[in-house]
């Protein structure tokens, strides 16, 4: 056999965690997306897209973090993967790039200042770099799966157009739609009131399309492209996962609508990455110009320290992570707030402070 | 201009720029920190009050920044992969480690507490609140530590040696590569750096409320309620802050200075070819001058050392910078060059096989400029502390107009000096990507070696679309930062209903 495509435990472990990086990104990142997405036609007035945003303003920061190290994890892991795709999907990247460059100051700039018209404009980059970050990492998912042209030096040599294929967009869309969907769940979680039930029926008529566009976009991936068979199974998870949520839709589940679109997302991308093996970047060109698994990684000394390192560190991220989540767990009102449960202790402070300032 | 001129452009404009703003989080971030501890364990209950409102005035000043850092960091993490892949290809197994760190360790820590920290006023308890501020700090300082190891492999590797069948170098130690010489130089001179530009930053500010309240005081005269009010915001509000902020430019000038001196002994050594140039050095010196002025005919841009003419100069001072004694010999531009052409070869092949001329010389206009503009600039925060200090001498407060506008004005001197000093450090370092370590050269790579296969036309949309972006940010991230600094810090606003008492940060809430 040949020894690029039979890679070490070592090389698998880091494929594996690579793409455990992009699911935890899709479930997490995911849902920020699908709320920017709700921004525009889901509130009515200024204040509710303020509430809508204020469901996912402590959080989102700490969930991109997730695609900047899962970056950084393929140039430690597999600088060949790292610098192809990089290089060979530039249009694709440079515009992603730009989508999410300005949609983090949008987060921070809407309520910078006072102003209608400043504020309408960063709601219409909000729903823009919502839509646009899931459609391009779409492409550009797909395009790796499916394969590109790339010749003995390792450069893609597709163009520009070429990436467009027909199951890079699909991907494109199918991303789109899957957190659309995880998105509007979310925000049945997080918000009461008229806006909840808002996005109850966002969800509802969302789930239709999603479950098709997944099943279409799976069942051609496993059909065309895989390399392996396996991957049947993560594809039945998603597909079980989906109809799950469906089903917890109709029974007002919130909680389980959201584990069930975040379980579809792990699955399918468990399914798109499980299928890639053992390359990672299959080649429609020359016989052997497919990177492997086996060919483009660093030396096992360096997969070897980063793996201990990552093994350490990840766990104390999930731990604070969650913590985070925990503090900001409550819903918030229809007013956009979260109404302050007053500890003693903070009762305290708060009447030694207000002596302080009455004094000024 | 070539695709190799465009992408190098690429990464100066958007490394630069990002640098602009990072500084300022790094040190911000810590001087929040310390503004707030400072609060929450003030015994006064006015000056309390006093530095609560100062966390959140500066505070909301490091949101609006970390937020454009953030933005302009994601591009750092893609682009040696999107114009620099035969780089990444190259250095990767030791290269990529300590950026994957970067995010492990650094990134996530100020990510997920800075969103604590925004959102959790009244949300946690006073002292795990001020923990999640100085995990802040904890976080953007790590990131620079890491993101200084990178380069100072790129400055000076260590820790990797050259495989030659694969052609790539590989990682042998990565503690090396963390401990690296060069990076223990340069972290405490990259921090310093950052506390400088957020203490220049504090101080003009606070200086400019501080005289604006003094002359609103005098205006309507001190013994006026109004009058003393003004006053007191003056004196027991601005005027520490200002002091805050003159101490810690004092503390990060000393450490500026020494670690500097550290860093250019080093490089003498590690790369005589930079300082050289940064001392526009063109034959071998005993005793060699510092330059204080040099030009150069049009030929100087072309890296020509004979077309230069010195016309200020201080004896004995470059060498002394070197090596700490008058009379040590320093190598000239010319021998440099001569030296590596012999030993690198007078070709070089480019990533697609061809054979170039090789040129070891860096652009010595640059280079020379760059250097005296990184401590020409910095040297304006020492006359800023200076004078700060003595208007606010003994309790006082000023209410010139001279002192208020010089202050302000002072502010981006910092800045600007950071990004001279990175432009000398990267240019200076020129032709190599990765400058080959003395004692062991086998590692090595030429820039012209690293980039990626790209037609130019990509290379200047993308670079053409940068700089819009870029600028339309800037423009307003200047006006949101001089809006909300001009507000001054908020005042206190208690809850009718629950008689909770807030003080207000920009308009988040959750």
Known sequence: MDPL???????????????????????????????????????????????????????WDGNQVWIITGAAAIFAAFPEWYATLFSGFYPVLLLLLFSLIVRVVAFTYRDARPGDAWRRAWDGIHVATGFLPP??????????????????????????????????????????????????????????????????????????????????????????????????????VAALAL???????????????????????????????????????????????????????????????????????????????SWAYWVFRHRLNEDGSTRATVKPLAARLAEGHRRAFEAE | MEALDLARWQFGITTVYHFLFVPLTIGLSLLVAVMQTFSVFAKDPDRKDAWTRMTKFFGSLLVLNFAIGIATGIVQEFQFGLNWSEYARYVGDVFGAPLALEGLIAFFLESVFLGLWIFGWNKLPEKIHLLTIWAVALGTTCSAYFIVAANSFMQHPVGATLNPETGRAELDSLWAVLTNVTTLAAFPHVIAGAWLVAAAFVTGIASWHMVKHHRAADDVGRDTEEGSRQHELARGLYRPTVRFGVLAMVLAAIALVVSGDQQAQIMFKQQPMKMASAEALCETETGASFSILTVGGPDAFAQDCSSITHLIEVPYVTSFLATHTFDATLQGVDELNAQAQEEFGSTVTDIHGNQVTAEYRPNLFVTYWSFRLMMGLAAFSGVVALWALWATRKGRTTGSRAFQWFTVLAIPMPFFANSAGWVFTEMGRQPWVVHPNPDDPTVRLMTLQGVSSHPAGWVVASLIAFTLVYGVLAVVWFLLIRRTALQGAPLPHRDPDTGQLDTPMLSFDY
């Open chain 1, 243 to 321: 109809v799950g949520t469906l089903l917890a839709q109709r029974g007002r589940r919130e909680g389980l609508t959201l584990v069930g679109t975040g379980v579809a997302i792990l699955a399918a991308a468990a399914t798109l990455f499980g299928g890639l093996f053992p390359y990672v970047m299959p080649s429609t060109g020359l016989e052997g110009t497919g990177l492997t698994v086996a060919g483009s990684s660093s030396t096992p000394h360096t997969l070897t320290i980063m793996l201990v390192v990552t093994c350490i560190l990840v766990p104390v991220i999930l731990v604070y992570q």
């Open chain 1, 135 to 236: 459609f391009l990492w779409g492409i550009v998912l797909g395009d790796v799966v499916a394969g590109v042209e790339i010749d003995q030096n390792r450069w893609v040599v597709t163009s520009a157009a070429g990436l467009l294929q027909p199951f890079a967009l699909l991907a494109g869309v199918v991303l789109v739609l899957l957190f659309w969907l995880h998105g509007s769940h979310y925000l049945t979680l997080k918000l009461q009131g008229d806006l909840r039930e808002r996005a109850r029926r966002r969800a509802r008529l969302l789930m239709l399309p999603a479950l098709l566009g997944g099943a279409a976009l799976l069942l051609w991936y496993q059909l065309a492209y895989s390399h392996q068979s396996w991957t049947w199974a993560p594809l039945l």
């Open chain 1, 5 to 59: 495509l039979a890679p070490t435990g070592l090389q698998i472990a880091w494929f594996a965690l690579i793409a455990l990086l992009f699911g935890v990104y899709f479930v997490l990142e995911g849902f920020d997306f699908g709320v920017q997405m709700n921004v525009g036609t889901l509130a009515r007035d200024d204040h509710e897209r303020h509430t809508l945003l204020s469901t996912i303003h402590p959080v």
